[in-house]
């Protein structure tokens, strides 16, 4: 007998994976040192197939990782990096503790810092793949951006990300690539076709922060060290695409019109250039300065007769979407200064308006109030004392409203004080069996063309004859009851009722008609399934159960939106019969 | 420094002058030091005076009661003290009072003391006409130092030869430069392969929306669940809100927190690719030919046999099909005519009916009653058969030396022999079934028992034999069937069915069922193939060529099987359960041995009132239409054609 004793958990899916504790220990870095590099190299635990075998036949709960990563991280320069800087504190810290002031300032001066280029570089290879990434970028740093300057996080980190955010408004606004909005609860969501990509991120209301004890800032601030680098890449690329110059610069025109105006009650001038350029009321410089973008015609290949669809499909896609980025292109706006000016002025400058509002509010606004020619005025107050006849007065949903339309939408719904229509969710697309809200449907017979003013007074119309329904409904009660009164006065008076027998009805399936046979075709198709159903494999039985019970589920769900609908309209026009009723 | 008050008047130091004098008039001052007086316990004196002397202890020590007099008598009480290190109380003059009131207070101990007086600076900043110090400047201080010079002229030179450079101003802002632009998309990492991307967040639906459709905001119950939920189980994260315009939407409250979430999220979560089945649900069930196209079957209940009064337990069909028995738990065993629904006959039987079996052959027709076997003729239809039948009862001759059987045979005379009784087996247990062989001669009875080997008995009509077959017990049997066609013997117990060959008197086969408990057992006419029903709702079928496993597995029923049964010309199966209906299934079985048995269920016959949670009791097949009887625990036999 030979050969060597076969040990358990020396082989197989248990060589496979390290406990976090043990790779935290390969590496020789802190916890908080580990979970760093995780953020920044992208690398997440694994849930082992077998738990128990890999954890050497314990069930402890633990994390794993794959060995792979965890010797790939091995020869990560930054690794040392973070050791260097673990010295340098303790460096620091020796130094204040004898009081070496000139020490300390040395040591500050040669602080170790490292760049996270190459970790971008490596994680997305390719500049699609970073593109891919970045909705979660996004969001990171409009929130960020959004913070005070005080505490929480260095104040370099938020000056950074409101930088990167301004730059990204604004190859937005130039590429016209802003695709829908949504205004939420949560913030305001917004998507971008970006390269093909579709980059959907959200954005807080601009309302202080209540900052929670429970959020661990310092994991937010890795996160958002990395976004902000690969952020940067990807608006240099951007910016390169589109021949802009980057870090970006106002169009010199704009800029002496801008400067024209009270330069110098702002205070600095680097502060300022930020700030004219979150305006975004202004066009961006060019490398090459070209006249007008060419419109980028698909160009026609002939092939055969089933592509030849899909070609035109495309091609209605693609006017579409030309139209949608001129939806506002000729329209002046004015801003009140209760709306939210930076992300009304960045969807309408997306989709071609004009934008102005008052100066006092911000840097950057091009005309007055008093400007005739403006169009619209977007106000969101329940009354205004001077109107200019030849404007309209609306409010902000309008324009989110008509953006995800990709029409402008009438704006009779949207004047001052008007109860607004409810706003829908651009995101959802329904599948047939999903619950679809009226005011969708109503919205798709718009965009197809029809007419719903008709249809309304067909409702008016329906309501009308329902009431006169009802009124015969009730007539007839009354005549019953007036019935049943009488015969029950009858019987007080002794008399014996005159039984009578009425031919029954004969019902439409026990005759042999044609919806009799339908009706039994339908039955047998239904016992047919039933019969297979009964003889369905254990494992393709356990399937189909469960989509069925998801299915059930779907409708269910549906259903009660429905019931839930009904019952609000039906007390909505209760109330209305009630004025209605109280006015006469 | 704030001294305690006993250690003041103890010491007597610190004390102002006045104080002092009044002190020294009887100054017995212990001079031990501060010493625990806990060391002059055992001794009559504390310690010794200024002289050297010995202060003795007071003679009588106060206790509490002289404590508690003195608190109530004497007025100076609060203000006296004890002196640990003279033993003596002191009362405390006024002034001493005072002092204490003031140090209690923070104040200085001197009265005097004025604590905000006019600072005066010795130096002014004020240059004066006559400064503090007149020391002359030394000489270093006007002549260049040599050290220093040395020192910068190195610096200088570096600075000159570039060994020192200026410090670069550090860059605060990153630089940005084309990161991608020698992109290769082949120079992929292999664990880039592996790399799982993080699924995007979820989009809004229309409920996140600020001014929501009526129907998605929830009402006032929905809201008290919603609240009351844990966070995990909430369907939504957040509460529908309605705003009438956007100037009154507030701040999201857990903004921060969900991001925070997302980007625990992102480095923490274990990620792993699910494959999601997109399968049409039509797609699943089995493509089976239509029951329309595998007429004829029984469709529809035509007749119902009414008459028992209790729970029908067994019920077989004359060889003619124009007869039915039944037995059941009222103590009688009927004759129905099966055409007419008429019950021609009723026999008091003396006990509940377990199992009912009509002779293949002629018309005997075969009872098991408790512990006996009854052996009844009919006496209907043709007066040919009947006399035929009980001739051949008669014709039996006993043989000359009489063996020791394990039934007693009786003949049956008198008013019995005129009700139909024939003969007679007594059986030491109770019988559950019996089963005729195809012949018509040998008779297989069951008597379900663990213990002993004594469980199932073959009986021979013509000569009055009766056999044990088995020397040892291999579980409790349940039921037991004649092969058709060929000397086998089919024993069914819990969970197994044994075929054993009775020429050779060997097992030849045991099927494992994968039953938990089998109920009842049909053999197809051909012989190769068999049923199982089981309390656990499952039938199973088997092909005998093929293997010992169920070939096919059915779980069509809702509840326990009581009884299967094959049809003896049509390629019919029919079942019925616990919950009231009997399924008919269409079992082809092809003589090409490639091909497999096509079971297709075709119908599923309802009629049948479930009492005491029990439905369908037995299934028999009509032997020459396609129709089937069945018997409930509802005290009715039905006829489904």
């Known amino acids: 007998m030979g050969g060597l004793q076969k040990k358990k958990y020396e082989r197989g899916s248990a060589t496979n994976y390290i406990t976090r504790n043990k790779a935290r220990k390969k590496l020789q870095l802190s916890l908080a040192d580990f979970r760093r590099l995780c953020i920044l190299k992208g690398i997440y635990p694994h849930e082992p197939k077998h738990k128990k075998k890999v954890n050497k036949g314990s069930t402890a709960p633990r994390t794993f990782y794959l060995l792979k990563d965890i010797r790939f991280l091995l020869h990560e320069p930054i690794v040392r990096k973070f050791r260097e800087y673990k010295v340098f504190v303790r460096k620091l810290r020796k130094a204040y503790g004898k009081a070496e002031w000139t020490g300390v300032e040395r040591l500050r001066d040669n602080k170790p810092g490292y760049k996270l280029d190459h970790i971008i570089k490596e994680r997305y290879p390719t500049f699609i793949d970073a593109l891919r990434d970045i909705d979660d970028a996004l969001s990171m740093c409009f929130l960020f951006s959004t913070f005070a300057r005080t505490g929480k996080c260095h104040v370099q980190t938020i000056t950074l990300c409101r930088r990167l955010t301004v730059e990204w408004m604004n190859y937005v606004v130039t590429s016209r690539s802003l695709r829908k909005v949504f205004l939420s609860i949560k913030g305001i969501y917004y998507q971008a076709e970006v390269l093909g990509q579709l980059i959907t991120w959200l954005v807080p209301y601009q309302f202080a922060h209540d900052h929670p004890t429970d959020v661990d800032y310092r994991v937010m601030a890795t996160f958002t060290e990395m976004y902000t680098t690969l952020f940067g890449f990807i608006n240099f690329r951007l910016y390169q695409t589109l021949n802009l110059v980057y870090p970006p610069k106002l169009d010199s025109k704009a800029e002496s019109e801008l400067k024209a105006e009270h330069e110098e009650d702002y205070a600095m001038d680097s502060e300022s250039y930020l700030e004219k350029l979150s305006a975004l009321s202004a066009s961006l410089a060019r490398v090459v300065a070209t006249a007008e973008e060419e419109e980028n015609q698909l160009d026609h290949f002939p092939t055969e007769g089933e592509d030849l669809e899909n070609m035109q499909a495309r091609e209605k896609e693609q006017k579409e979407q030309e139209a949608q980025k001129r939806l506002f292109e000729g329209l002046k706006f004015f801003l009140n200064r209760e709306v939210p000016r930076e992300s009304l002025a960045f969807i309408l400058r997306c989709f071609g308006a004009e934008v102005s509002w008052d100066k006092s509010l911000c840097i950057g606004g091009t005309y007055e109030v008093t400007d005739e020619t403006i169009t619209h005025q977007i106000v969101d107050r329940p009354d205004m004392d001077k109107q200019y006849i030849n404007r309209y007065y609306i409010q902000p949903q309008w324009v989110f409203d008509s953006v995800n339309a990709k029409m402008r939408l009438p704006v009779e719904d949207y004047f001052l004080g008007t109860t607004l229509p409810p706003h829908l969710s651009p995101f959802v697309e329904e599948k047939d069996g999903d619950y679809v809200p009226p005011e969708k449907l109503k919205l798709m017979a718009l965009q197809r063309g029809e007419n719903p003013v008709q249809e309304e007074e067909e409702d008016d119309d329906d309501e009308e004859e329902e009431e006169e329904d009802e009124e015969e409904e009730e007539e007839e009660e009354l005549t019953e009851e007036k019935n049943l009164k009488k015969m029950e006065d009858k019987r007080a008076q002794g008399k014996t009722l005159a039984v009578k027998v009425t031919p029954g009805k004969v019902k439409p399936w026990e005759t042999g008609s044609a919806g009799n046979k339908v009706r039994l075709e339908q039955e047998e198709k239904a016992e047919e399934k039933r019969l297979a159903i009964m003889m369905m494999k254990k494992k393709e039985k356990y399937l189909y159960d469960k989509i069925m019970f998801g299915k059930k589920r779907t409708t269910r769900e549906v259903n009660k939106l429905t019931a839930k609908r009904k019952a609000h309209e039906d007390a909505s026009k209760a109330q209305k019969k009630q004025k209605k009723a109280k006015k006469q | ?641």
């Not at chain 2, 209690?104 to 503090?132: A, C, L, R, W």
């Not at chain 2, 992102?266 to 007429?295: A, F, G, S, T």
């Not at chain 2, 008013?415 to 195809?438: D, F, I, M, S």
């Open chain 2, 1 to 641: 420094m704030k001294p305690r008050v006993s250690n003041l008047i103890g010491r007597q130091t610190p004390c102002p002058q006045v104080l002092l004098n009044k002190v020294i008039e009887h100054d017995i001052r212990n001079t031990v030091g501060n010493v625990p007086m806990e060391w002059y316990q055992d001794y009559p004196h504390i310690g010794y005076n200024l002289d050297g002397k010995k202060i003795f202890k007071p003679i009588r020590n106060k206790d509490e009661l002289d404590e508690f007099l003195d608190k109530m008598e004497n007025p100076d009480y609060w203000r006296t003290v004890h002196d640990k290190t003279t033993a003596s109380d002191i009362r405390l003059t006024d002034e001493q009072v005072d002092l204490v009131h003031r140090l209690q207070k923070g104040q200085f101990g001197d009265v005097n003391f004025n604590e905000y007086e006019p600072s005066v600076d010795f130096f002014t900043n004020e240059v004066m006409i006559h400064p503090v110090t007149n020391r002359p400047q030394d000489k270093r201080s006007f002549i260049p130092s040599l050290i220093e010079k040395e020192k910068v002229s190195k610096l200088v030179h570096a600075i000159k030869m570039g060994w020192i450079k200026p410090r670069k101003p550090k860059e605060t802002t990153p630089q940005y430069y084309d990161l991608w632009a020698k992109e290769d998309p082949n120079a992929i990492l292999g664990r880039h392969k592996m790399h799982v991307p993080a699924p995007k967040m979820r989009l809004p639906g229309h409920e996140e929306s600020y001014n929501p459709p009526p129907e998605y905001l929830l009402t006032e119950e929905e809201r008290l669940v919603w609240e009351q939920q844990d966070a995990e189980d909430r369907k939504l994260p957040f509460l529908p809100q309605k705003h009438s315009c956007l100037r009154a939407v507030p701040a999201f409250s857990r903004f921060i927190h969900e991001r925070f979430e997302r980007c625990l999220d992102l480095y923490l979560c274990p990620r792993q690719r699910k494959m999601r089945v997109n399968v049409n649900p039509e797609d699943l069930i089995p493509k089976l030919p239509k029951p329309k196209d595998l007429q004829p079957f029984p469709t529809t209940m035509s007749l119902v046999y009414r008459g028992h009064t209790s729970l029908v337990r067994s019920i077989s069909a004359s060889p003619t099909g124009q007869w039915l028995v039944s037995g059941s738990d009222d103590f009688t065993v009927r004759f129905w005519e099966v055409n007419t629904g008429r019950c021609m006959k009723t026999l008091e039987v003396g006990g509940a009916v377990k199992s009912v079996a009509w002779n293949p052959n002629p018309a005997v027709c075969l009872v098991a009653v408790e512990s006996t076997v009854l052996l009844l003729n009919p006496s209907l239809g043709d007066r040919l058969v009947v006399s035929s039948t009980d001739q051949l009862i008669t014709s039996y001759e006993p043989p000359e030396e009489d063996k020791e059987q394990a039934v007693t045979w009786a003949l049956s005379e008198g008013p019995e022999h005129n009700k139909g009784h024939r003969l007679t087996l007594t059986h030491p247990k109770a019988v559950k079934q019996v089963v005729w062989h195809g012949k018509g001669d040998y008779l297989s009875s069951v008597m379900p028992d663990n213990s002993s080997n004594l469980q199932v008995l073959i009986h021979q009509v013509s000569k009055r034999r009766t056999q044990n077959p088995f020397r040892k017990s291999k579980g409790l049997v349940q039921c037991v069937s004649f092969h058709p066609l060929r000397p086998y013997f089919f024993v069914a117990t819990q969970r197994y069915v044994r075929i054993y060959n009775l020429i050779k008197q060997e097992l030849t086969k045991k099927l494992m069922t994968n039953c938990k408990w089998i109920s009842s057992m049909a053999i197809h006419p051909g012989g190769d193939n068999l049923i199982c029903g089981s309390y656990d709702c499952r039938l199973a079928w088997f092909d005998l060529d093929l293997s010992t496993k169920p070939y096919k597995m059915l779980r069509h029923h809702k509840k326990a099987l009581r009884g299967v049964a094959f049809h003896r010309n049509y390629p019919l199966f029919a079942s019925g359960a616990d919950d009231g209906s009997v399924i008919v299934c269409h079992g082809m079985v092809y003589n090409d041995l490639l091909q497999n048995p096509l079971i297709v269920p075709v119908k599923v016959l309802k009629g049948h009132q479930i009492t005491h949670d029990l439905g369908v009791l037995d299934v028999t097949f009509h032997p020459t239409q396609p129709w089937v009887f069945s018997s409930g625990a509802d005290a009715t036999i039905r006829l489904f054609t």
